[in-house]
Structures are given as structure tokens and as C-alpha cells.
């Protein structure tokens, strides 16, 4: 069937009596729906129009539509779907919610209706901005927008109202613009206030605690007289701790091994960007001179 499919999800816990009556009105639409006795549907709309519930209004009046397409009442529909059409003047039904003859007369409606609302709109703004009620001219000159974006009409005349309409929105919103005062401007910082942190300069990592293996090798012999030379890189994380060691220049195989082990333990105040700690890298010289 062309008509609309009939989706109605509704708990029933803790609703008022009221409410709860139009959902059995519409529970009853639900079940007369497959049997497609429409009149049974009108029936039935128009006892849960009965109820107080303004939130069931634009579906009433939807159903109350399809219904009465399907009866080939179409003067009757046509004033039911104006209704629809002078609440929102945006709606259209989409090709998943309704077959060609529904979309046809919603489509024939809104041709007809929509240029008449748009200079309704159009009067009602204009009045607004000459009597400097900026934001209700505004207000109705998008509603002109709105109602005549695509639409397709003979109406030589409605082209000229959207542009007019454009102009005077234009011109309603600068000249609100203008009548709103001036945020103050924001006081000046106190001189004691930190500098942003996007702002701070890097700084490298600082050495807390950095000590090196004893070096007295008396067992080397004319060896022990010698001066030697290497280095090490140690990874330092946001903490401030040692996670990698590393030889860059070796040193001396019996001092190596000793010097990776004690650069673990090393300490650092972490390197910084941004404000913030980062992980980085240093690189410490060592010299191994002889025991005087």
C-alpha cells in the first residue's frame, strides 16, 4: 500500500488518563489500518482529536489526509492538508512516508498556499522594521527564505519578495547589530599572572642526580696512568627517570658495563615544551683520568 506506514511506539506506564486515551484511539487506527476501512480510521481520528493532546494534532491531521485521498475525497483533503501546510510551511512528505497521489497533493497545496504566506511574512516583517523591531523583522523575513526556497512557482511576483526579503534580513541584522552596546573589553592581565604556556620557551633536561662509577684501577697497571675518553645517551621520560642507556663513544670495556648500569639511576628534571614535559634525550662526556 501506498499509504503511510503506521509505526507507533508508545509506553503507556505512568501516562495520564488523557494521554492514555489517545493512545487507544490510536492503537484502534493502528488495527483498522490493515483492513483499510478508512471511515473506521476518520472515526477514529476524530475521537482521538477529541482528547486533549496538542502534541497529536499534525499527525491527526496527516492521517486524516491519507484517509480521505484514499476515499477520493480530495476538496475535503485539500483543507486538511492546508492546515498541515499553514503550521509548517516547510513540511513535504518523503517518498518513504507516502505514494504519488499524497506527495501530489501536498505538492498541488503548497504551490498554491506558500506564495500567500510568504507575503503574509513579508507584510508582517516589513511592519516589524519600520516600527524598529529588528529581531521580529528579521525573524519573519527568514520565514519568506524559508518558505520559497525551492519552490516552484508562476508567480512572477514571488521571486521579487525573496529578494526584497534577503535585503531587509540583511539590513535587520546590522541594524540590531548596532543597537546591541559593545561587550567591555577584558582588563589587562596582572603582571604577576604566568605566562600561557604556548608562550614559555623549551628548556632541556636538568641533571639532579648524575654520579658516575668510582674509576681506581690500580690492577691495569701502565694502563691505570692513561686519560680516557667516551660518552653515553640516556633517554629521559616526562618524570624525570631513565628508561634507555646507551654507549656513543665506548670508554673502556671495563669501565662500560659499569657505567651503563649506575646511568639508570640517574635523575632528572624533565625537559619541558610548551609547558609541558616532555620525553627527551641527553648526551653526557665522560673523561677517566689517572688517580693522582
Not at 599572572?193 to 690492577?219: F, G, H, K, M, Y
Request: net charge negative.
Amino acid at each position: 500500500m501506498w499509504l503511510l506506514r503506521l509505526v507507533l511506539v508508545v509506553s503507556l506506564a505512568g501516562m495520564p488518563d488523557a494521554a492514555a486515551a489517545a493512545q487507544d484511539a490510536f492503537d484502534q487506527v493502528r488495527q483498522l489500518y490493515a483492513s483499510a476501512d478508512y471511515e473506521a480510521i476518520l472515526a477514529a481520528l476524530d475521537r482521538a482529536e477529541a482528547v486533549p493532546a496538542p502534541e497529536r494534532t499534525a499527525e491527526i491531521d496527516y492521517y486524516r489526509a491519507l484517509c480521505l485521498i484514499a476515499l477520493g475525497r480530495s476538496a475535503d483533503a485539500d483543507l486538511v492538508i492546508e492546515r498541515i501546510v499553514a503550521a509548517n510551511p516547510r513540511y513535504e512528505p518523503g517518498e518513504d512516508e507516502a505514494g504519488p497521489r499524497v506527495r501530489a497533493a501536498f505538492t498541488s497545496v503548497r504551490r498554491r498556499l506558500l506564495p500567500e504566506i510568504a507575503r503574509e511574512h513579508y507584510t508582517a516583517g516589513k511592519g516589524a522594521y519600520d516600527r524598529k523591531d529588528f529581531s521580529k523583522a528579521e525573524e519573519d523575513f527568514q520565514k519568506v527564505l524559508d518558505v520559497t526556497e525551492n519552490l516552484s512557482s508562476e508567480d512572477a511576483g514571488l521571486a521579487d519578495i525573496r529578494t526584497l526579503a534577503g535585503g531587509f534580513l540583511d539590513l535587520s541584522r546590522a541594524a540590531r547589530a548596532s543597537l546591541e552596546p559593545e561587550p567591555a573589553p577584558e582588563p589587562p592581565p596582572p603582571a604577576s599572572e604566568p605566562v600561557p604556556a604556548s608562550n614559555q620557551p623549551p628548556r632541556d633536561a636538568i641533571a639532579l642526580s648524575q654520579e658516575l662509577p668510582p674509576w681506581n684501577p690500580t690492577w691495569l697497571g701502565s694502563q691505570s696512568r692513561l686519560e680516557f675518553r667516551g660518552s653515553v645517551e640516556v633517554i629521559i621520560d616526562e618524570r624525570g627517570d631513565v628508561t634507555s642507556v646507551r654507549m656513543l663513544e665506548p670508554i673502556h670495556p671495563a669501565y662500560d658495563p659499569q657505567l651503563l648500569s649506575a646511568a639508570k639511576a640517574w635523575k632528572y628534571q624533565p625537559a619541558h615544551r610548551n609547558g609541558r614535559p616532555i620525553v627527551s634525550s641527553r648526551r653526557v662526556d665522560v673523561v677517566l683520568r689517572p688517580n693522582e
